[in-house]
């Protein structure tokens, strides 16, 4: 089994910048593409980045220039540096991962940018 646990959530004024971490743990020989989700009140989950196991990485547009999706493999975790936040960037924030032939979701982290 696989756990995705995020960490790193919480209120920032806007302009501001939090850094989002996500560490899987179980049995991983090796995690493939990684990604981070997003859910605000009353809408769907939408995409917000990606990185394949090599790096390359996609961005919404509605983050592009703003966000910043890395990763550690040998850690298993991965990381997403906000900056220059919203307060449409209110959410859920979701880790997303691909082990084998299987795909995990973390618990979730709850991000609040104030006007």
């Known amino acids: 089994q696989v756990q995705l646990v995020e960490s790193g959530g919480g209120l920032v004024q806007a302009g501001g910048s939090l850094r989002l971490s996500c560490a899987a743990s179980g049995s991983i020989f090796s995690i493939n593409a990684m990604a981070w989700y997003r859910q605000a009140p009353g809408k769907q989950r939408e995409l917000v980045a990606t990185?394949?196991?090599?790096?390359?990485?996609n961005y919404s547009d509605s983050v592009k220039g703003r966000f910043t999706i890395s990763r550690d493999n040998a850690k298993n975790t991965e990381y997403l540096q906000m900056n220059s936040l919203k307060p449409e960037d209110t959410a859920v924030y979701y880790c997303?991962?691909?082990?084998?032939?299987?795909?995990?979701w973390g618990q979730g982290t709850q991000v609040t940018v104030s006007s």
């Open positions: 997303w991962g691909v082990v084998g032939w299987k795909d995990y």
């Open positions: 990185i394949t196991r090599a790096g390359i990485t």
